[in-house]
């Protein structure tokens, strides 16, 4: 599952609301440091929500064309920040 931009955004804006944090920056994304047990509601209502988003069939139809085709050539930057979404969702679920 690719964790899209509007997810994060959605989690980070959740976080904001809740007053846990101010800017993403205020994130401890040490792995040690999460689940905090006073965050057990927000991480399940955060992991529910996304859950409930549809999946995006069309994005992945497009990216297995381009793979197949050779055409898909992420960069670097690309992949660093798909790794780093996908740790921060890992780390909710």
């Known amino acids: 599952m690719q964790i899209s931009d509007a997810?994060?955004?959605m989690v980070r804006e959740l976080l904001v609301q809740r007053g846990l944090i101010r800017e993403i920056q205020d994130m401890d994304l040490n792995p040690a440091s999460y689940p905090r047990p006073e965050d057990a509601e927000l991480v399940r209502q955060v992991v529910?929500?996304?859950?409930?988003?549809?999946?995006?069939?069309d994005r992945i139809a497009e990216l297995?064309?381009?793979?197949?085709?050779?055409?898909?050539?992420?960069?670097?930057?690309?992949i660093a920040d798909a790794?780093?979404?996908?740790?921060i969702a890992d780390r909710m679920g």
């Open 7 to 9: 997810q994060v955004k």
């Open 48 to 57: 529910q929500e996304v859950l409930n988003m549809p999946d995006r069939e």
């Open 64 to 78: 297995k064309a381009r793979v197949d085709a050779g055409t898909y050539n992420p960069s670097g930057d690309d």
């Open 83 to 87: 790794m780093i979404r996908r740790a």
